[in-house]
């Protein structure tokens, strides 16, 4: 992974995660990764 993606990673976690049926998909889908990255 790169500095970036890990930044956004670290702040959808902590600020905005997503409560719903598939939250690792709906972060892969904001950042443009495939979920199996996040």
């Not at 956004?8 to 892969?28: G, I, S, V, Y």
């Amino acid at each position: 992974m790169d500095d970036t993606l890990d930044f956004h990673l670290l702040n959808d976690f902590q600020r905005d995660f997503p409560l719903c049926p598939a939250p690792f998909a709906e972060l892969a889908s904001r950042l443009g990764v495939a979920e199996k990255v996040v």
